[in-house]
């Protein structure tokens, strides 16, 4: 179903205040204040759930995203891997987004990165969108292709992403988000499909599944606000057997900001959650960094 036909108040104004204000953050690129200390006072940090256990050879992922807590300028992903990521944002004015992005085939860590330094050729392609969905180049973390549309999610009201990966001709694979939210619990919705160039000469799949929540305004005041949100119902599809499995198991992770009120933890009641907290008067109170989540 073409999502123009659907309830799910996505609209192009909130894009066109991206567009306007520079809001198209796709970084969570760690400490960007100038010493460590002022990084604490400037930004939140961003904070990880690393999937462990996962099954081989995945094709396809997805992942629910409840948000319980949030603020300008954040950036709840629901799954990155090897390639791209994709998302959920609250914008700078308060308006709220959904985002899908892939990389270049490049290193993405490279802050210094320029949307056109890569040649056509060799660049992210947007094969699909949606025509709610505007597209447009990025850098600064790596380079790519970015597709957003505004979207009305709602704090408390979950959200459901899934991505699928196929090969696009003999050297590039394309990779296609999916959502489904609770007031069209039955339906998926095609946001875009974008190809990258496979790396090395082998097809990526989704490996290196990750889920993450980012301060991405880094104001000073954002860092005094909490962020929270639960990831649930995450399961990948493996080519080698065409089954889907749940993944059971986490790793906390956080960028290099060296801020101590982050938390993240299994969600009491459901075996297939978890949550991530950061920011304001977060404590880690459950989980240390750079542990397995129990």
Not at 3 to 14: D, E, N, P, Q
Not at 112 to 121: G, H, I
Not at 179 to 207: C, F, K, Q, V, Y
Request: hydrophobic share 40%; proline share 5%.
């Amino acid at each position: 179903m073409n999502i123009t036909k659907c309830a799910l108040a996505l609209t192009l104004g909130a894009v066109a205040a991206v567009s306007a204000n520079g809001e198209t953050a796709d970084t969570h690129t760690g400490v960007v204040a100038a010493n460590p200390e002022d990084a604490v006072k400037k930004q939140a940090r961003s904070v990880h759930l690393t999937y462990l256990g996962l099954p081989p050879k995945m094709i396809a992922a997805a992942a629910t995203v409840t948000v319980r807590e949030t603020a300008p300028g954040t950036y709840f992903s629901v799954m990155g891997w090897s390639c791209g990521y994709c998302g959920i944002q609250e914008l700078w004015n308060g308006s709220h987004a959904v985002i899908f992005s892939v990389w270049d085939p490049v290193d993405p860590h490279d802050y210094s990165a320029q949307p056109d330094a890569v040649r056509a050729e060799h660049r992210a392609k947007v094969i699909y969108a949606d025509p709610l969905m505007d597209v447009a180049r990025f850098g600064g973390e790596g380079s790519g292709a970015r597709t957003m549309a505004g979207y009305g999610w709602k704090v408390g009201s979950s959200v459901r992403l899934r991505v699928t990966s196929e090969p696009d001709g003999t050297n590039r694979t394309a990779f296609t988000c999916w959502l489904r939210d609770a007031s069209n619990a039955g339906t998926w919705h095609r946001l875009a499909t974008i190809s990258t160039m496979n790396r090395n000469g082998e097809a990526p799949g989704l490996e290196n599944l990750y889920s993450f929540v980012e301060d991405f305004r880094r104001d000073y005041d954002s860092a005094t606000r909490m962020r929270r949100a639960e990831y649930s119902d995450i399961e990948g599809l493996s080519a080698a057997d065409g089954k889907w499995h749940p993944i059971m198991r986490a790793a906390f992770t956080g960028d290099r900001t060296p801020s101590t009120n982050v938390d993240a933890g299994r969600v009491p009641g459901k075996p297939r959650a978890f949550f991530l907290a950061t920011g304001g008067a977060t404590t880690n109170a459950t989980t240390q960094l750079w542990h397995e989540i129990k």
